[in-house]
């Protein structure tokens, strides 16, 4: 469908994007160029992912999920989200805690709370993204991600229905309404729920609240702990001990060739499968 192809596309421009990442650092002019590319290109795929969730209803695969080292990856890009006139402050206290949720369905929610506070604060201010964790008898344990901004605030009004399909206050810029409603399923997937507090003149805060599923005080960044879109670039000249064959198979043309150039500058000898041989 449209959706698919869209995504596809999307992501043999991210892929692109972090393979001129690896070759242009920090210290690089371009690098903040770039940077801001892939903020911009991972907003329109989770755009699309919301389109394919709501078109489909079917969810993600969770998996256990360290939520302070997931967002502390996702930090650059939320930086280059909010804009340059919004100051991003992480407070993260959740003491190792995981969460049973798909990982880009997490992702996806965290951007779009974070999209929605910059564009409130459009002539500047404070984003501040705090996890902590707290006790709810008979519940258990729970994990709390506030996502707080010191905009306008939401009118009372439209508060109350803030969280339904099409539902929107970006009547400016023409926002689609489907934000907010994904970040609901999202929690609501993982068993857990949003909850908004503002008062107008006085920000808001969004907090996504989840169930704890362990906590783990001696973690380090997991595999699944962190996104591809903000792994470290490997080091100039480093190649892996091993190198690997690698057979690719993916019928998006611009998502294999981008696919096996990274496998390839890793190290690994690349075998690839087009539609013609699947």
């Known amino acids: 469908d449209v959706a698919h192809d869209f995504r596809n596309l999307l992501t043999a421009m991210l892929n692109g994007c972090e393979l ?16 801001q590319v892939l903020a911009t290109a991972e907003r329109a795929r989770a755009l699309a992912e919301e389109v394919l969730m709501f078109a489909r209803g079917a969810p993600s695969e969770p998996v256990p999920l ?6 502390l990856a996702l930090a650059p890009v939320l930086d280059q989200l909010v804009g340059t006139k919004v100051t991003l402050a992480l407070a993260l206290e959740s003491d190792g805690a995981m969460v049973r949720i798909a990982p880009n369905r997490f992702d996806q929610a965290i951007f779009n709370l974070a999209t929605n506070a910059g564009e409130a604060m459009a002539e500047g201010g404070r984003l501040v993204i705090r996890s902590s964790l707290t ?20 009118a009372p009004d439209v508060v109350d229905r803030i969280f339904e399909p099409f539902v929107t206050t970006k009547t400016a810029s023409g926002g689609s309404g489907l934000g907010l409603a994904m970040v609901m399923r999202v929690a609501t997937e993982a068993g857990g ?24 005080r001696a973690s380090t960044a997991a595999p699944d702990a962190t996104p591809a879109l903000v792994a470290p670039p490997p080091q100039p000249g480093q190649r892996p001990a091993e ?26 000898q690349v075998v690839e499968a087009g539609p013609q041989a699947v």
Do not use: C, Y
């Open 66 to 71: 360290d939520v302070d080292h997931r967002l």
């Open 135 to 154: 006790t709810v008898p008979p519940a258990g344990r729970w994990l709390q991600i506030d996502v707080t901004d010191s905009g306008p605030g939401i």
């Open 20 to 35: 001129l990442l690896d070759r242009h650092g920090p210290e690089d002019p371009l690098h903040d160029d770039l940077t």
């Open 193 to 216: 729920r949003v909850v908004v507090d503002s008062v107008p003149g006085q920000g808001a805060t969004f907090s996504l609240v989840l169930p704890v599923s362990a906590i783990d």
């Open 243 to 268: 190198p690997a064959m690698v057979m690719l198979v993916e019928d998006e043309d611009a998502v294999r060739v981008l696919a096996a150039r990274a496998l390839a500058g890793r190290g690994h």
